[in-house]
């Protein structure tokens, strides 16, 4: 299967895709949402917004209440170059709903690292924090929406947690991973969140096939 299609392993990618003029190519002048959800790995997503902002990217990031906990929202905000939303109040004032104009004109949308908690959500229809809320908004017939798991090996393995995956899938969301590794709970095993590297190379083939 093609990294373009909803697998589940990012498995190898190529190096060419992160050339800094490829990299500029596929991204210069996009818009890309990137959600930022509650799990240690939040600390690779700094790469991530780094890389694409640095490709011409135009990046907004949203944070729920626990990726903030992790990493500050000043930073992304210095990274990105742009405001970072961490409620699903503000700008209630505009005539337009801020979840709405945000998920309007995406070329891309991603979160990363996505939790547990944040795939139940999606998978349930629950858009309960600004993350879930911005994407419950994207006309994901034009729009990829790609999600980078997160996750303790025994939550990845959990009934729940396989169920939530596969419905996702068939509803057109599009996996990133998770892989094996050295995790934070001091176990080696499957849920560690893609290398920054792969995501953004699985970000340029979506972008490339459409």
């Given at each position: 299967?093609?990294q373009t299609?909803n697998r589940?392993?990012a498995?190898?990618?190529?190096p060419?895709?992160?050339?800094p003029a490829?990299l500029?190519?596929r991204?210069?002048?996009?818009r890309?949402?990137?959600?930022?959800?509650g799990g240690i790995?939040?600390?690779?997503?700094c790469?991530?917004v780094?890389?694409?902002?640095q490709?011409?990217?135009?990046?907004?990031?949203?944070m729920?209440?626990?990726?903030?906990?992790?990493i500050?929202?000043?930073?992304?905000?210095?990274?990105?170059?742009?405001?970072v939303?961490?409620?699903?109040?503000e700008?209630v004032?505009?005539?337009?709903?801020q979840?709405?104009?945000?998920a309007t004109g995406?070329?891309?949308?991603?979160?990363?690292?996505?939790?547990?908690?944040c795939?139940?959500?999606?998978?349930g229809g629950?858009?309960e924090?600004v993350?879930?809320?911005?994407?419950?908004?994207v006309?994901?017939?034009k729009t990829?929406?790609?999600?980078?798991p997160?996750?303790?090996a025994?939550?990845?393995?959990?009934?729940a947690t396989?169920?939530?995956?596969?419905?996702?899938?068939e509803?057109g969301f599009h996996?990133v991973?998770?892989?094996?590794?050295w995790?934070?709970?001091?176990?080696?095993g499957?849920?560690r969140m893609?290398e920054?590297?792969?995501?953004?190379?699985?970000?340029c083939?979506?972008l490339?096939?459409r």
């Open positions: 299967m093609s299609s589940l392993d498995g190898p990618f190529n060419g895709l992160l050339d490829n500029r190519e991204f210069d002048g996009r890309i949402f990137v959600g930022v959800t790995a939040a600390y690779k997503t790469t991530i780094s890389r694409l902002a490709a011409g990217a135009e990046v907004t990031v949203a729920t209440d626990a990726a903030t906990k992790f500050g929202p000043i930073t992304f905000q210095a990274l990105s170059g742009r405001h939303y961490t409620s699903c109040w700008h004032e505009s005539k337009d709903p979840h709405v104009s945000l995406l070329d891309a949308a991603l979160v990363a690292p996505c939790t547990m908690a795939l139940g959500r999606l998978a629950v858009p924090d993350v879930t809320l911005i994407l419950s908004a006309d994901m017939r990829p929406v790609l999600l980078a997160a996750m303790n025994q939550m990845w393995a959990q009934p396989r169920r939530n995956v596969r419905q996702l899938t509803d996996f991973g998770p892989g094996e590794g995790q934070a709970c001091r176990h080696v499957a849920g893609s920054p590297e792969q995501i953004v190379a699985a970000l083939e979506h490339a096939s």
